[in-house]
């Protein structure tokens, strides 16, 4: 708990309700330590105090309808550029949603490093350069159909999820790139690139 | 790593969740997302709702809507099963209309705060409960009250006392002890508890904090200058306190038609 004086208003507040129990007792402290906030402090724990708690109401066994009706209203309200928008397709793409760990273990797997494979998350390479070879490993190793991969990187390319969020304008990802181009400008070695070249059709 | 909140504090830290709410963060944070759906659809340990409203409300964490899809399934379906418990159909003539409502609103909000780089939800991360308890209490004033016949509305009050003492009637002017005897299980009833709430809410402010103080386990005063007591804490006499506490009470008991709060 901050004890300067200059403390605000609404970060005493904001202390107070994130007490892990806020009771007389803390109350008591708070009072004592801010009188300045004297009523806002008391009418703030008597709230708390009333609300519910609502964690323990459990769920309908059954689901409803009415969550899935909700979730699509939910999903046509986001940005097209959300992870989760009905428009985004990066959401398909089964990259998108490995962790940071398993994307570094299946490079390492495919051989190739995690520049390279974030094309392929990324969808900026042109699905029809990309050895079909290359792509059964690929889906093999993620667990998906042949197919279902090979349309999820058709979708549009994507800017990097790291910078999707920081923009101030209009996200541009460029045009995707050919297999050939993404080998040579990924920092591949001489060796990966090789081994990359003797997949092609 | 747990996305802090983006609020500051005067001195620029950032705004604390509750510490148990920050715990089950960090204990989720490293989880693959789909054992991370695993936890959150799991009934037999029940994760907060602060912490379903940290995954729906932050892009930044990249769940794709194979993953969040069934995160806000979950929180949907307790979402509503909680608002069936404290906007009540015995409380409410339109109850049904006014949890569509609220749900609606809610998941508005989470879509708007997702889109934008605002931090209008960032308290429902702290205490869900408190938050959803205020936004309810709003959405209610905006409709009206519960019912026509609603008691307190009709209700007229017993007294015209002063704050003094004077002119107290007999038998409002009871002691405090009796009046609070929390049943400990009727206060654990969400729906009971929301209904005495809502009715402590109605109650002029000196009464309701007189109450709301009494009810948590605040002593009305003390021998020990040292322990902080109701008078103290609302700078009056022990004497108006009672008087405070007896006249909430007459009003509570007609509110809530029960003989036993």
């Avoid at chain 1, 909700?70 to 793409?93: G, I, K, Y």
């Avoid at chain 1, 059964?136 to 090979?150: N, P």
């Avoid at chain 2, 964490?61 to 099963?81: C, K, Q, S």
Wanted: hydrophobic share 40%; proline share 6%; with cysteine.
């Amino acid at each position: 708990m901050n004890t300067t004086s200059r403390a605000s208003r609404s970060d005493v507040l904001h202390a107070f309700s994130a007490e892990a129990n806020p009771n007389a007792d803390t109350l008591a402290r708070y009072l004592k330590r801010y009188p300045q906030f004297r009523e806002s402090l008391i009418d703030l724990s008597i709230e708390l105090f009333a609300a519910p708690s609502l964690d323990e109401i459990p769920a309908d066994t059954v689901p409803s309808d009415n969550a899935k009706r909700a979730w699509s209203t939910f999903q046509s309200r986001l940005c097209p550029t959300d992870p989760a928008s009905a428009a985004s397709r990066t959401a398909e793409n089964p990259l998108s949603s490995l962790s940071d760990q398993r994307f570094r273990e299946l490079a390492d797997e495919l051989n190739i490093n995690r520049l390279f494979l974030s094309r392929f998350r990324d969808c900026s390479i042109q699905v029809t350069s990309i050895p079909q070879k290359f792509l059964l490993r690929l889906a093999e190793a993620l667990a998906v159909t042949f197919e279902g991969l090979k349309h999820a990187l058709e979708a549009p390319p994507t800017v990097a999820s790291g910078q999707r969020y920081k923009a101030s304008g209009k996200p541009s990802a460029g045009n995707k790139i050919t297999f050939e181009d993404a080998l040579t400008q990924s920092g591949l070695s001489e060796q990966q690139q090789a081994a990359l070249r003797s997949m092609k059709d | 790593m747990v996305i802090p909140l983006k609020k500051t504090t005067q001195k620029g830290e950032p705004y604390l969740r509750r510490a148990e709410i920050e715990h089950v963060l960090n204990e989720l944070a490293g989880l693959p997302a789909n054992q991370l759906v695993d936890r959150l659809k799991c009934s037999q340990k029940i994760i907060p709702f602060e912490v379903f409203i940290y995954y729906l409300r932050h892009p930044e964490l990249a769940l794709g809507a194979e993953h969040l899809n069934p995160i806000f399934t979950v929180f949907y379906d307790r979402l509503e099963a909680a608002l069936r418990k404290t906007v009540s159909d015995s409380q409410f003539d339109n109850a049904a209309a006014i949890r569509e409502e609220i749900a609606e609103r809610v998941v508005e909000m989470i879509a708007e705060d997702r889109n934008s780089q605002d931090e209008k939800m960032y308290y429902w991360e702290t205490n869900f409960n408190h938050a959803l308890a205020n936004f309810r209490k709003d959405v209610l004033r905006s409709i009206g009250p519960a019912r026509e016949s609603d008691p307190l509305i009709n209700a007229e009050p017993l007294t015209y006392e002063d704050e003094h003492g004077h002119e107290i009637k007999p038998e409002v002017d009871i002691a405090a002890a009796d009046f609070i005897n929390p049943n400990p299980s009727k206060l654990d009833d969400s729906a009971f508890r929301s209904r005495l709430m809502d009715t402590i809410n109605m109650l002029p402010t000196n009464e309701r904090r007189a109450v709301g103080l009494l009810l948590q386990g605040m002593q009305i005063e003390s021998q020990d200058p040292k322990v902080m007591t109701i008078s103290k804490a609302l700078d009056c006499t022990e004497r108006t306190v009672r008087n405070r506490l007896g006249r909430a009470y007459e009003k509570l008991r007609i509110a809530l038609q029960v003989e036993d709060i």
